[in-house]
């Protein structure tokens, strides 16, 4: 009895044994096979089965509006990133930001959403991610830029500054491009290493809705001619008063440092697509500021 008691405990450990090197030696292998084994419906049936009260949504599906395009982050109550594709007939027309105002986004929860009294006497301003003037053609298109869904706090003076000219800059190009598509964001980065030299991410939240407040903005503009994309520029702005002695060249990053800093591959159909840097065929100078 004894001796088949120990055989058998000897044959189990020998067997756990074997799998146990034989996973570690192979474990890409056994995952393929899991893979293989498990088809697409059966999946499904155990995402159902585990999720039955549907998804956790983080609020990343696309909003759709008359001219800009975004997806929010509901936890810092700012948009991820707000797209448009403008052209020169986008900057021409009759809209007045007079008419517009300000006020949460009916497709955000209230629970998710900033509201005025946020921005009110925080010292920071309702800073556009999809700017008015991109939608001087149309009312509509120029009301729906004034959701807080596309709104972040911004440093007044760079809002009415350099960030200003830089938009200006992307109405500029559509009088040389067929189009310009462009993403625009916030970004919180680093900016302080504690005693132990590791860097740290610190940034102040606003009114009682606790509206992050951004240490960066990031533009991708992307250009077409002849309906095809030929140059593209990415850059990186602190969230910060910027003197009118710095060029916009000085912000200018890769499009990976910005995926990999905001965890969204933009363009994902441009793949292997070879582009210009936009810099190198215009000269990516930002008008004075006046005053």
Request: charged share 20%; proline share 5%.
């Amino acid at each position: 009895m004894s001796y088949t008691r120990g055989f058998f405990a000897g044959t189990v450990t020998t067997l756990f044994a074997v799998g146990v090197y034989q996973y570690a030696q192979s474990p890409k292998s056994i995952q393929h096979q899991y893979d293989q084994q498990v088809s697409d419906d059966v999946k499904e049936q155990i995402k159902r089965r585990i999720l039955k009260y549907g998804v956790p949504n983080r609020g990343e599906e696309a909003k759709v509006f008359t001219n800009h395009v975004l997806s929010y982050d509901q936890s810092k109550k700012i948009p991820i990133w707000v797209a448009e594709c403008i052209t020169k007939e986008h900057a021409q027309g009759n809209a007045n930001r007079k008419y517009s105002k300000f006020m949460p986004d009916s497709q955000i929860l209230s629970l998710f959403s900033a509201d005025n009294q946020d921005y009110l006497g925080s010292g920071w301003s309702r800073g556009h991610m999809a700017p008015a003037g991109n939608n001087k053609h149309d009312q509509r298109a120029m009301d729906d830029t004034f959701y807080l869904s596309n709104i972040v706090p911004q440093d007044m003076d760079n809002n009415s500054g350099f960030w200003n000219r830089f938009e200006m800059y992307c109405r500029h190009l559509t009088k040389r491009f067929d189009s310009v598509q462009i993403f625009s964001g916030p970004l919180v980065l680093p900016t302080e290493t504690d005693e132990k030299g590791q860097k740290l991410v610190v940034y102040p939240v606003i009114g009682k809705n606790e509206v992050a407040v951004p240490t960066h903005l990031y533009k991708i503009i992307l250009v077409e001619t002849n309906g095809t994309p030929s140059a593209i520029g990415c850059f990186i702005v602190p969230n910060q008063p910027i003197e009118n002695k710095y060029s916009l060249t000085e912000f200018q990053v890769s499009l990976e440092e910005i995926q990999r800093r905001i965890g969204v591959e933009f363009f994902p159909k441009l793949d292997g697509t070879r582009l210009q840097s936009l810099c190198s065929v215009d000269s990516c100078t930002l008008t004075r500021r006046q005053g």
